[in-house]
């Protein structure tokens, strides 16, 4: 780029960046738009607009809240806030009664959940300032200590039970991938005020169609759930409520959202604040090193997977482990050993996003779990009977795929990583140098072929083929008969 060129773009930017110092409870993009063509000698198209605030986003030097048109721009505070998608504003809890109704009367509320419901609605300024407490995390004691009742763990095993539940780690979740990558992908993002439809979300996924008029930030947060789902689903055997797991999930959401790389996958080492809540997150380095380590024991020790789910989603988002993207981390989290124990996957489809975020509030002020226990149990009926009606039209399993199952996605990756031309003989040979009994080579092989013709990007992850691998791979002149 021409040095003139980048010093209008530089000058643009403090432009921008000055306006907004000068309204510091934030502007929309046509107030300023308005406002800087007044001050200065030029005017901005709104395309060239967003893309000057994305950049000063990605410096650090603004922050974005809200989506859409409702999207508003502010000068970042530097001693330390969250980024949008953290962030709860006032008028997302403080609503009028009427339209909590209309949203939320699909979800009926024990009695304490709607008491605790009452109290989160209150008005900000009668809401007494907390900040966190540690016995919370410590007074929870794994197989005594129980925040889903027995009845309520019994109900959610009938109805999360799938067939042949013995079979290896994750077979389920792969049984339902493509349809179990849009809906997570998509209700987790929506939870979070990104403003794409289930349908700008499977051509994103599928065809890597980006939705237009869309903020790149909606399009990032989307991607990386498409990588998250694919680490759980593939590594489901290995996975368990450990660092190496936690922090992977988290460097894989937050790719580049959080404004410093440094962050991504890395315990935070600042200061945060939360707005729209009286809740302060915990700010020593130490004190949040030493908590994430008990969280992770205790999540270890709980044997009952849905206790094991509910208690990360209550834990890592009151903890605030990282500078941003925690309640993210936490719903995939939660997904660990659903996936691992062949149980119907949780994917928040329909979750209403204002209760989601009230009962968020309630474990931040109250570290009371009883409307977050409520909106997961309706949560977890509804995505279950949403993947009942997916299984129940897929055709049977193939034996042999389940019986070599790992050897023949080894098989699919030796191929596109070596980038080698399918053939049913070098497959076939494949299966003779990896101790395929010779009676299943040929079908072993045909098997095999099937999936590298059909190879897509959404069933690219399930190999562990990166993008550019795959792509490189159908460059090669495929041979016509086999």
Known sequence: MARSSQDRIERQLSEIEALLRDHPSGLRRPAIENLYSQRSDESLTPRTLLRRLNRLAEQQRIVVEGAGVATTYRVADHEGTLAAEEAIRPDEVEREERAGEDEDGQIALSTSGAEVRKLILRPITQRTPVGYDRSFLEDYVPGQTWYLPQALRRRLHERGHTPDPERPAGTYAREIYENLLIDLSWASSRLEGNTYSRLDTASLLKFGQVAEGKDAR????????????????????????????????????????????????????????????????????????????????????????????????????????????????????????????????????????QLYLQATLAIYELRRVDLLRDLFEWAYERSCAQYRIVRDALVEPDPLRLKYGDEIKASVRHVVLSQLSPTRALLIQWATENDIPADDREPFAERALHILLSLSEGMAGRYRISQDALEKWRELQLPSNH
Do not use: W
């Open 218 to 353: 909606e399009a990032q947060m989307v991607l990386n759930h498409k990588r998250a789902i694919d680490f759980l689903v593939e590594e489901a055997e290995e996975l368990a409520f450990n660092r190496r797991t936690l922090l992977t999930l988290h460097a894989l959401l937050s790719e580049n959202l959080v404004g410093d790389p440094a962050d991504e996958g890395r315990l935070r080492r600042r200061i945060v604040q939360i707005t729209g809540t009286t809740y302060t997150p915990v700010a020593i380095p130490q004190v949040i090193e030493d908590c994430f380590a008990q969280y992770l024991e205790r999540a270890d020790a709980i044997d009952d997977p849905f206790e094991q789910a509910f208690f990360s989603m209550v834990h890592l988002p009151y903890l605030q482990p990282f500078v941003d993207v925690n309640k993210r981390t936490s719903r995939l989290a939660a997904n660990i050993p659903l996936i691992h124990k062949n149980l119907s996957p949780l994917s928040f489809i329909d979750v209403p996003r």
